[in-house]
């Protein structure tokens, strides 16, 4: 009979938790608050698109110092943007974009008039092809449906896009940590309670 | 990217632990994974293993406390696959670690720059008890023990167990990745019944065998590694399926 090198070894290894188990009692993600909160890029103006690209990559480059993912600093640093709008710090105003003028026909009517021409339309040109215009951007990130609401609500306000208050609000923020004036820093946050059964 | 450290580690010398990482460290760089060797072994035959002059490299991670840990970090020549070797002179840094009573986590801190540059760091430790050892797998997300199958070594298991049951006590918050029965020979009566123990005694925490191989001693007097050598071994199917659990669960 062959004696047994272990010594009390099963007890030991209940105490120690191991990989298999470790992903075994792992619950499942299913991304309920994803489902909750889908996605929602907005689409950048053309002038824009090089400020986009910036944010974007300032995005990565915090992302990557923070070990995190790019949603979470883009939703930390519009909250930050949000908050210093609706304190009062931060205005945001709207103004007529001259290149972005239209001429309208209003009519008028006169007393002095004499009898006008209706000209016949000219041959139709064929439309210039449009070789050099601008791939559409979009942008957009898991902040969550709220922020996207308090984004549309601004950019309703003001008469402007939701692309373009997104880009505005970014770069505030970007601009604010730039200056140092606006740190981030990593923070528990409870994602789930438990019950624990006290008395006293 | 946030490294996952892995440590492997066994007090009994003589299990496979040194082949085990550096094959385990060279499997993971070829799956396009950036991986670091960290041979806290005062014995440094990890440098050796992979060709390389062993350096007091660990030596001066631990007592240099300021120094950057990249200036001794070296190339192995393979892809993603880098090195930071040690030599007898890691035995005088654990001696003043534990003269100068520093804490359980003083590797971990140094490793932190490391935590995002690279996918798995993986320690090669020293068959020994306190020290540098207790330290490694103090900053080890994942221990795998490396376990020959005969009678002594299984003895040693069962003090590395109770060590790492003393570290989970003292705030470890690791896992046991598995045990790896090493040396595995079919046609030995000790080599069957040690496996038959192990299986019986720790259920699935017992990884699959890597069996006996004459190649795997030769890989280190070519200073290649088992894959190198050749692809279709048997031992190279059977650390490919071992690092395949290690990404599996990790």
């Given at each position: ?26 619950p ?25 690209k ?34 009062g710090?931060?205005?945001?105003t ?16 006169v ?15 064929p ?12 942008l957009?990130y898991?902040w969550?449906?709220?922020v ?6 601004e ?21 604010a ?24 | ?34 991986v ?42 393979r ?9 007898r ?16 986590d003083v ?67 690791g896992k ?40 795997l ?34």
């Amino acid at each position: 009979m062959t004696r047994t090198p272990f010594i009390a070894p099963t007890d030991t290894l209940s105490l120690i938790p191991t990989a298999a188990q470790a992903k075994l009692s792992k619950p499942k993600n299913r991304r309920a608050w994803e489902k909750r909160n889908p996605l929602r890029s907005h689409r950048i103006p053309t002038a824009l698109h090089p400020t986009a690209k910036e944010i974007r990559l300032a995005l990565a480059g915090l992302a990557e110092q923070y070990m995190t993912t790019h949603a979470n600093i883009a939703a930390a640093l519009m909250h930050f943007s949000l908050s210093e709008l609706r304190s009062g710090k931060l205005h945001l105003t709207a103004q007529p974009n001259p290149n972005g003028l239209k001429m309208k026909i209003v009519w008028s009517c006169v007393d002095e008039h004499w009898p006008q021409e209706i000209p016949l339309p000219k041959k139709k040109k064929p439309a210039p092809l449009m070789l050099n215009k601008a791939k559409g951007l979009y942008l957009g990130y898991r902040w969550g449906h709220e922020v996207d609401v308090q984004i549309s609500a601004e950019a309703e306000a003001r008469g402007v896009t939701c692309g373009e208050t997104l880009v505005r609000l970014m770069q505030y923020a970007l601009d604010a940590y730039r200056s140092g004036r606006l740190r981030l820093k990593e923070a528990s946050v409870v994602v789930k309670q438990q019950v624990n059964a006290t008395w006293s | 990217m946030k490294a996952k450290i892995i440590v492997v580690a066994n007090q009994k010398g003589g299990t496979g632990k040194t082949t085990t990482a550096v094959t385990l460290a060279g499997l993971l760089s070829l799956t396009n994974r950036s991986v670091i060797l960290i041979d806290c072994d005062p014995q440094g035959q990890s440098a050796v293993a992979l060709c390389l002059p062993q350096e007091a490299g660990v030596f001066n991670v631990l007592i240099n406390q300021h120094a950057d840990i990249h200036q001794y970090i070296r190339m192995t020549g393979r892809k993603g696959f880098d090195l930071l070797p040690g030599d007898r002179t890691t035995a005088t840094a654990q001696a003043v670690l534990n003269a100068e009573n520093r804490p359980l986590d003083v590797i971990e801190a140094r490793l932190d720059p490391l935590r995002s540059e690279y996918h798995y760091i993986i320690l090669d430790t020293a068959p020994s008890v306190g020290g540098i050892q207790e330290r490694a797998v103090y900053a080890a997300d994942y221990a795998l023990i490396p376990t020959s199958t005969e009678f002594m070594s299984s003895n040693g298991l069962s003090q590395m167990l109770e060590s790492l049951r003393q570290l989970v006590q003292r705030g470890w918050l690791g896992k046991l990745l598995g045990i790896l029965p090493t040396f595995f020979d079919d046609v030995s009566n000790e080599s069957k019944n040690t496996m038959q123990e192990l299986k019986d005694q720790f259920g699935d925490v017992v990884l699959d065998p890597i069996h006996r191989a004459t190649l795997l001693r030769e890989c280190c007097a070519e200073g290649k590694l088992v894959y190198e050598m050749d692809p279709q071994h048997r031992a190279t199917r059977e650390y490919t399926a071992l690092m395949n659990y290690i990404i599996k669960h990790t």
